[in-house]
């Protein structure tokens, strides 16, 4: 009877839709209500004398024994013929003759890709749709019509690159085993009790393969016993700290640079190679120990924003490319934000003239003033030593309060050169940035 009469009114639709209105509104009441208890639980068991515990991701380079170089050299091939047909195909859809232009996704080239595993010996579908999404990733990213062919037999060819899905590559006792074929390598006993994700199989320079297996690690974060340190970055020691520590010396090419020399002349080029992967080795060992050693003993640290790919233009590039700038600070950013520390990129300007003690403006500056390492205060009198001084004055200026409108004074005097002539005018000398 009811119904009747509002079907006779015609007011049925509005009563459902009312009535579906307040069942969504009560299902997202309980939904939310059930989503605060959860929060509130898992707030009320975390313990905060525990230590937070981190799942961050880290890539297991294991090095693949010279027995399976040949079919990946075969493998990487067949890779670099899906790379260009990914790359053809995008540009004639981003640029067509006729009709709506479209960029294609990872998803249209599998779609375009189906069945094509049938053409290749070496590799099968699960290649070629890692193959087509890296491609659609990487060409998003640049925001490019077309990205670089992969040359797979002029001099200046791509290094092999084989990539894989985790579910392709199988555990099989102490090797893996990946479309048919079985790769040894060194070092399997890290294989032992792992899960990877997606990964791949990478040549370097020299021509060595290495499997790169990307797995979770448990890092936790935990309070440094330090409270703060600044790093000065330099030409004569890569890195050297506000509390006087130093990174090894920086000499990593630059020491055997004649040795390269005289493989290149003797036609050895491959001699030269295990020479460039030995320098790039070592100035990578020391600058993991150097960033390890301040994470886990600091809690704030502050590095000079001091730009190599400037300084790689003048007549220091090999100097400043040998000293590894950019790897110290990416290596200082992922390791303090995995185990919880404050990370700052600060302005270095005149740093290393400033005195860390009574703020003068009494260093050595310029150019003729950089083969002084020690120089003493003609104010106040104390004794510096150039690297160290600029870290001391790099940490103080970490703790300057963010500015907007970059008027606030500073903390560092004006130049004697200034002051004096202010002082013969009968002007009061305003404190500015230095």
Request: charged fraction near 25%; include cysteine; glycine fraction near 6%.
């Amino acid at each position: 009877m009811v119904l009747s009469n509002f079907e006779s009114r015609g007011k049925l639709p509005f009563l459902c839709k009312r009535l579906e209105m307040e069942s969504s509104h009560a299902r997202s009441g309980v939904l939310g209500w059930r989503l605060l208890r959860f929060f509130r639980k898992a707030m009320q068991s975390q313990d905060p004398t525990q230590p937070h515990v981190l799942s961050v991701t880290r890539t297991l380079r294991l090095k693949v024994k010279t027995e399976a170089h040949a079919w990946l050299n075969a493998a990487a091939y067949e890779v670099n013929q899906v790379w260009n047909w990914a790359a053809q195909v995008s540009e004639k859809a981003a640029r067509p003759c006729t009709g709506e232009r479209k960029w294609l996704t990872g998803f249209d080239l599998n779609n375009l890709s189906a069945g094509a595993s049938e053409h290749f010996d070496k590799i099968g579908a699960d290649t070629i749709q890692r193959v087509n999404g890296e491609y659609a990733e990487k060409r998003r990213i640049t925001k490019r019509y077309r990205l670089s062919w992969r040359r797979s037999r002029s001099p200046r060819r791509s290094l092999g690159w084989l990539p894989f899905k985790a579910a392709s590559l199988k555990r099989k006792g102490r090797a893996v085993r990946f479309c048919g074929k079985t790769f040894r390598v060194f070092e399997s006993e890290h294989l032992e009790g792992i899960r990877w994700k997606q990964g791949c199989f990478a040549q370097d320079a020299v021509g060595d393969w290495w499997l790169c297996l990307p797995i979770a690690v448990q890092v936790e974060e935990s309070v440094a016993p330090f409270e703060k340190v600044g790093i000065d970055l330099g030409l004569k020691e890569a890195a050297v700290a506000s509390d006087g520590s130093r990174c090894e010396r920086n000499r990593f090419y630059r020491d055997i640079e004649q040795k390269i020399a005289q493989a290149q002349r003797r036609g050895h080029p491959r001699q030269a190679k295990f020479l460039h992967r030995r320098a790039a080795n070592r100035r990578k060992d020391a600058l993991h120990k150097f960033s390890r050693q301040v994470v886990s003993q600091y809690q704030k640290i502050a590095v000079g924003d001091v730009s190599s790919t400037q300084l790689v233009k003048t007549r220091m590039a090999k100097s400043v490319l040998d000293a590894g700038w950019g790897m110290l600070k990416g290596y200082l950013q992922y390791k303090s934000q995995q185990a919880g520390r404050t990370f700052q990129i600060v302005n270095e300007r005149k740093t290393s003239c400033t005195c860390s003690h009574c703020d003068s403006l009494t260093g050595p500056r310029g150019v003729n003033g950089l083969h002084v390492r020690r120089w003493t205060c003609t104010a106040c009198g104390v004794s510096h030593d150039r690297e160290v001084n600029g870290a001391r004055n790099i940490l103080r200026r970490a703790e300057w309060p963010a500015s907007v409108s970059r008027n606030e004074s500073s903390s560092l005097r004006v130049p004697p050169s200034r002051a004096s002539r202010s002082r013969k005018a009968g002007i009061e000398p305003i404190r500015t940035m230095a």
